[in-house]
């Protein structure tokens, strides 16, 4: 059975840090590239990050970009997402989600997500 | 940035009956567009991929049609657990977007 496990949320000061872990199990993680989505309260769906399967290609939503750094550990069948200087905008839960390949079909599996709260 | 217009923002149906979406891409997309499923409190879930193919496990009375910038998913008769907000999702260009969702709700 595939499962993507997320950790790491919480509430956070602004200007603060969180490091979000997306762990991969039930199929190949070596076969995808992974994604970061995120969803704001009673908002829609924002996609945040991709990285490729070997890590060499990554691309972030300019809302986040110089901020979030996303990383994988394919020994680990892990996924990562270091958020700095975190805002009010960010409060949303986020997901991982796989991809096929590096380009193939998106998102046919997701976590059960993770909440990020940023508030003083 | 490829803009995805979902249309309508809600659709107000009692089951049985047929629900017709529409996602509307800024630029051509080919057929490179799919549509997701969500219910409160959970994770979307994948229904068609590449405009017209269902994902595993999805039922035959959800299918989807188009190519370019105008795509549709159809729900032939809805059941009870159909009723859910819808997002559409492109991968053809970066940044990948998704469409700001449509809410089936029960009339």
């Known amino acids: 059975e595939v499962q993507l496990v997320e950790s790491g949320g919480g509430l956070v000061q602004p200007g603060g840090s969180l490091r979000l872990s997306c762990v991969a199990s039930?199929?190949?993680?070596?076969?995808?590239?992974m994604n970061w989505v995120r969803q704001a309260p009673g908002k829609g769906l924002e996609w945040v990050s991709y990285?490729?399967?070997?890590?060499?290609?990554?691309h972030y939503a300019d809302s986040v970009k110089g901020r979030f750094t996303i990383s994988r550990d394919n020994a680990m069948n892990a996924l990562f997402l270091q958020m700095n200087s975190l805002r009010a905008e960010d409060t949303a839960v986020y997901y991982c989600?796989?991809?096929?390949?590096?380009?193939?079909?998106?998102?046919?599996?997701w976590g059960q997500g993770t909440l990020v709260t940023v508030s003083s | 940035e490829i803009v995805l217009t979902q249309s309508p923002a809600t659709l107000s149906l009692s089951p049985g009956e047929r629900a017709t979406l529409s996602c509307r891409a800024s630029?051509?997309?080919?057929?490179?567009l799919a549509w997701f499923q969500q219910k409160p409190g959970q994770a979307p879930r994948l229904l068609i991929y590449?405009?017209?193919n269902r994902a595993t496990g999805i039922p035959a009375r959800f299918s989807g049609s188009g190519s370019g910038t105008d795509f549709t998913l159809t729900i032939s008769s809805l059941e009870p657990e159909d009723f859910a907000v819808y997002y559409c999702?492109?991968?053809?260009?970066?940044?990948?977007?998704f469409g700001g969702g449509t809410k089936v709700e029960i009339k």
């Open positions: 989600a796989r991809r096929l390949g590096d380009s193939g079909v998106c998102f046919d599996y």
């Open positions: 039930g199929f190949i993680f070596n076969g995808y590239s």
């Open positions: 990285i490729s399967i070997s890590g060499s290609m990554i």
């Open positions: 630029q051509s997309i080919s057929s490179y």
């Open positions: 590449d405009a017209f």
């Open positions: 999702q492109q991968r053809s260009m970066w940044p990948l977007t």
